[in-house]
């Protein structure tokens, strides 16, 4: 145990977020629907954070294609296949394949 623990802390009252945080903030994110300071805070995470980055333009790309193709939200099981599929193959194949397939039911 010490009792320095002044020392330790930091001064500034800004910190950096949580990859937690992005995560739940994710779509709020997209939508622009927080503060400017949380927008900030956020930003800055994922500047500095890789992992946070990718899943950012997934999401993005995910959003984008929906669009295009006219689905104003995606069922939450259409944007698990799409997001599982964007990880583990080429990007806007996968997108396309996806989209065309529970579409066309
Ligand atoms: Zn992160």
Excluded at 9 to 27: K, M, R, S
Excluded at 37 to 50: P, V
Aim: include cysteine; glycine fraction near 2%.
């Amino acid at each position: 145990m010490t009792s320095d623990e002044h020392e330790a802390a930091p001064t500034e009252i800004e910190q950096d977020c949580g990859c937690d945080e992005v995560y739940e903030h994710l779509f709020e994110y997209l939508d622009s629907e927080m503060t400017t300071a949380d927008l900030q805070r956020i930003r800055k995470h994922i500047d500095g954070c890789e992992p946070c980055l990718s899943e950012l333009s997934v999401e993005e790309l995910v959003r984008r294609v929906l669009r295009r193709a006219c689905i104003e939200r995606a069922p939450e099981n259409l944007r698990i296949k799409i997001m599982q599929r964007l990880r583990s193959t080429d990007l806007s194949l996968a997108i396309d394949r996806t989209i065309s397939v529970e579409i066309e039911k």
